[in-house]
């Protein structure tokens, strides 16, 4: 499944698809490189604009900070 096969609210790169409370799939700065995903839930939307080409920036119910590659 390609980015542009997804239904819209499952974009990861849209602010308005990411809601406190949601589960989803995030990588964390250190993990840029290898590319390991980290599931939670999100707590807060760090990111302030409404698109970001990597995913939108959220910290975790655990408090670890990364950008969303996934939801749910």
Known sequence: MTDSDKRP???PQQRINIKP????????KADQR???LTKGIVKEI???????????????EDGRVGRVRKIG
């Not at 409370?21 to 964390?28: A, D, K, P």
């Not at 760090?46 to 975790?60: A, D, Q």
């Open 46 to 60: 760090l990111t302030n604009s409404s698109y970001h080409p990597h995913g939108i920036k959220v910290r975790l």
């Open 21 to 28: 409370g949601l589960s989803v799939n995030i990588i964390l």
């Open 34 to 36: 290898s590319g390991k």
């Open 9 to 11: 609210d499952e974009n």
